[in-house]
């Protein structure tokens, strides 16, 4: 079978990395390659697949929303959070699905422990946000709690949060059993947070969903403080092996594509 990640850049990828150590784990003779596709060309995406003779392929930035005219069917995820991360192409049928809220997820329940119980805070409300919003109002029994600076950008939200501004954090933080920044402040050599957390639980758990650079300034500033952290590594990690499950109906090699890109990261 053959498969490939579409965006734009995209050579920094790791996907192709990360999905080949999967095959070779699992001893299947599958490909998979990263293909630049400007927003330009993308009009061509359906031709692109058959002359890549494509069974699937991951979507990645900027094209999750750019993709959803082009596809025949989507699944549930992928409707609510309005972004399409995964194709699966079957009998020339285009179905579009959202495997990056359900990886976070995963990586959350392995890492936390069952989430029934927990009451999540998550800052920021761009796409990555939504999708981890979603997955997880399905795990709780809390209502997610969301915090962002521009309230409008709850206007097209199709399910239910308890939407906050930024600013009320102070006053709402030491509610939560877990805290997430899915903002991009504090990626690659910024030492900014995106907020300062004051007064938190004693055992809470901050997240990040960045994982370049392993630990940002928002998680250092959290573990200096004694708190428990989590960074976004293993939401990569689970969202390809979600995308390959959703391809092949197979599990995938959790350990070692997470062992691989590791060594590709931080070694
Ligand atoms: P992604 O798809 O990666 O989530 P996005 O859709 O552009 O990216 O969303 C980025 C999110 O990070 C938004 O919630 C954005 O807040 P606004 O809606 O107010 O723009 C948030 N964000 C980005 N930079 C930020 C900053 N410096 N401070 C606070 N929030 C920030």
Redesign the pocket.
Known sequence: MKFAVIGHPIEHSLSPLMHHANFEALHLDYHYQALNIPPEHFQHIRDIAVEYDLDGFNVT?PH?ERIIPYLDTMTEEAQAIG?VNTVLIKDNQWIGHNTDGLGFVKGLIDHYGDLHNAKILI????????GIAYSLSQQSKHLVAVA???MS?FDNWQFEVQPYH?SDIDNIANQFDIIIN????GMHAST?Q??ALKQLKKDVLVCDIIYIPAETAFLKSAKARGYRTYNGLDMFIYQGAESFKFWTSKEANVEVMRQCVKNRLYS
């Open positions: 930035i999750k972004a800052i920021g409300a761009g796409g990555a946000s939504k962002n600076r521009t950008r930024l899915t903002t991009p402040v900014d995106v907020v």
